[in-house]
């Protein structure tokens, strides 16, 4: 069973720190995905790795970085945290389209994230 | 633009009543179709999945979905409601050509009530 695990249930930040949050994938996906959930927003998609040292904007982008070094590994980075960064986000990994389409998305259990 | 729309912001049932939770989708082609649930505190967990052929899908926990083409339109079903259905559902598309994006209903959360 594929696993992704999320560094942190729960975190509380300050204004203007740099946050990390961390996911592992243990199934060797090349596909990796960060969103937000916000309530009535359903989730909206911050970034997405296609591979190692590979990635995409992708809606609300503003504000985030990340980082792949690993295929294993996705981090998110909230370079200066604002108190409107606060949410509740999730990662997810697939395979790549390939013969078998575009996979379901498999996800962590998810951060939620208080910046104060 | 592409879209999926769950017009049910939250939806109460009895518990044994059955239970439809609606989702129509615009897209350019028949996409790939999903239904994810979310229990409190956890993250999304797949339900059921449409590719193609067969338009009824079964999934997990004894739901089931149609794809109606000429309604745009993946509503998931379940013919008797338990009290541990209580959640949140997630209607999802993603393109059958490639592409990395799957887009997200904005959710309907279940009530079961005793």
């Known amino acids: 069973d594929v696993k992704v695990t999320q560094s942190s249930r729960y975190l509380v930040k300050r204004t203007g720190e740099k946050v990390f949050l961390e996911c592992v994938q243990d199934m060797d996906h090349e596909n990796m995905f960060w969103y937000r959930q916000d309530p009535g927003l359903g989730l909206r998609l911050i970034y997405f790795s296609y591979d190692v040292k590979m990635k995409e904007k992708g809606d609300i982008p503003e504000g985030y970085s990340v980082s792949r070094e690993k295929k294993e590994r996705f981090s998110l980075i909230l370079e200066s945290a604002s108190t409107n960064q606060t949410s509740m986000y999730l990662c997810?990994?697939?395979?790549?389209?390939?013969?078998?389409?575009?996979?379901?998305?498999?996800f962590g259990d998810g951060t939620r994230l208080s910046i104060l | 633009a592409q879209s999926v729309t769950q017009p049910d912001i939250h939806i109460t049932v009895s518990e044994g009543a059955s239970l439809e939770l609606r989702c129509n989708y615009s897209?350019?082609?028949?996409?790939?179709l999903f239904w994810y649930v979310q229990s409190p505190g956890q993250g999304l967990q797949l339900l059921l999945k449409y590719f193609s052929g067969d338009t009824l899908v079964q999934g997990i926990k004894g739901f089931e979905a149609e794809f109606k083409r000429s309604q745009s339109s993946f509503n998931l079903r379940k013919p008797s409601v338990h009290w541990s259905d209580a959640a949140e559902y997630f209607c999802?598309?993603?393109?059958?050509?490639?592409?990395?994006?799957?887009?997200f209903g904005a959710g309907t959360r279940l009530f079961v009530k005793a």
């Open positions: 999802a598309v993603a393109p059958n050509t490639g592409g990395f994006k799957t887009i």
């Open positions: 997810a990994s697939r395979p790549p389209f390939g013969v078998f389409g575009n996979q379901p998305q498999h």
């Open positions: 897209y350019g082609a028949t996409p790939y």
